[in-house]
Every structure is written in C-alpha cells, then in structure tokens.
C-alpha cells in the first residue's frame, strides 16, 4: 500500500527566512515518482516538480530545492530567502506501481505562512 | 496558457439534494480525473476516465456518486443525494496520457457545502 505522510500540519516563518517541509513515504514498488504542489488559497493546485526512484540527484530551481533519500524514504523540500508569496498549502505525492497508472497518492499537506 | 475550467466554483446545496459539477479539461488531454479534498486533507481520487472510458472508480461511492464523460472531452459529477459528509472540495485535473510521470494539470475546484 502506498502512504505518504507530511509531519508538519503548519509551519510560520517570517520572510526572508529558510524553511523546510519534509515528506516520507512508504512503497512496496521499486518504481515510483515524486511529486511536490503548492496550493495557494485560490484553490488549484500548482506542479513543483517530479522525481523519479532512481535518481536521486538533488535539483535546486531557483529558490526552491529538492533532497530526495531512498535510505530514509524522504523527499523533503526547503524554500530558500522565503517570500510572503511563498504563503501556501504544499502538498507531497506519490505514485507507483505499473497497476495503478497515474494514480496520485497525496499526503496531508503542509500549511506555510511566511509573514512579512 | 491553457486551463482545466471547473464550475461552478462554489456550490451550496441541502442534504438529500442532487448536485452535480462541470469539468473541461485541457484540449487535447486525453485522461481526466476527479479528486476530493476535505478541508485539512490532501485530494483522494475518485474517478479517472481515459477518453470516454472509466479506467478506476474504485474509490467513487457508487450508491451516490456518478460521473460521466461521453464524448471523451467535458465531464459531469453527479452526488445525488448529497449528505452532510460531502462537504468538500472537487478538483478536476487532466494529462495528456496515462502512466507514473506523468503531469497533472488541476483546475480551480468547486467547494461544496452541504447544510
């Protein structure tokens, strides 16, 4: 069964600040991908970025970057010099499996405030 | 830029009512799906079509719940008849295909009150 879980229900940081919103997840495939969306109040959700199990380079883009761990099954995400735009609900996901197509597993999501 | 239209956006309706919500996905997109996102939870699939044809409904409760894509383009969801627990946002997201890379594309959602 697929699980993934984002600890952090809500995190404030003010601006200018480094913030990190971690994501675990739990797969019994050996093939799966990593995603990260950010939900701002507007309501849709927005694609941050996608990784894949077997590669796990680090990818910076920006002021945001990416640390993904197979040993501790972490896809962790850290905004740099955040911005009160930052302010959003981001969201991990996960899918895996050739069964279950493009299937999206989200986690709980993290909350951000970033306050000026 | 195109977007996955989604109405109405709010929907206030009274338990036992029939509600339905309107999706339109990207031109071209050939898979569309349907989440539901409780307040303070992720989206939780619940239905997703390739074309006009449903590939997994396995989490749509199916005694209340319908949905359709006839002409493998717009898609309705039907609650009927609504009850308190649906309370929620529906989010509708298309792609071009199918498959574990591939991206999502979400529209605004329609948040349902259910008094």
């Known amino acids: 069964a697929q699980k993934v879980t984002q600890a952090q229900t809500e995190i404030s940081v003010v601006e200018k600040e480094d913030v990190t919103l971690d994501c675990v997840y739990e797969?019994?495939?050996?093939?799966?991908?990593l995603f990260w969306y950010k939900q701002p109040p507007s309501g849709e959700l927005v694609f941050l970025i996608r990784?894949?199990?077997?590669?796990?380079q680090n990818e910076i883009s920006g002021r945001y970057s990416w640390n993904f761990q197979k040993s501790t099954s972490s896809f962790n995400f850290t905004i740099t010099a955040s911005q009160v735009v930052d302010s959003a609900v981001y969201f991990c996901?996960?899918?895996?499996?050739?069964?279950?197509?493009?299937?999206?597993?989200f986690g709980e999501g993290t909350q951000l405030t970033v306050n000026p | 830029e195109a977007e996955v239209a989604q109405s109405p956006r709010y929907k206030i309706t009274e338990k036992s009512q029939a509600v339905a919500f309107w999706c339109d996905p990207i031109?071209?997109?050939?898979?569309l799906y349907w989440y539901r996102q409780i307040l303070g939870q992720g989206p939780e699939l619940l239905v997703q079509?390739?074309?006009?044809?449903?590939?997994?409904d396995s989490q749509l409760p199916k005694d209340r719940f319908s949905a359709e894509r006839l002409k493998g383009v717009d898609s309705t969801l039907k609650i009927q008849p609504a009850e308190l627990g649906d309370s929620a946002m529906y989010l509708c997201?298309?792609?071009?295909?199918?498959?574990?890379?591939?991206?999502?594309?979400f529209g605004p959602g329609t948040r349902l009150t259910v008094l």
């Open positions: 997201a298309s792609s071009l295909g199918t498959g574990l890379t591939i991206e999502q594309f």
């Open positions: 990784r894949n199990s077997f590669d796990e």
């Open positions: 996901a996960l899918s895996s499996g050739e069964t279950s197509g493009s299937r999206l597993t």
């Open positions: 079509f390739q074309d006009e044809s449903v590939v997994d």
């Open positions: 797969t019994r495939d050996t093939t799966y991908y």
């Open positions: 031109s071209g997109h050939a898979t």
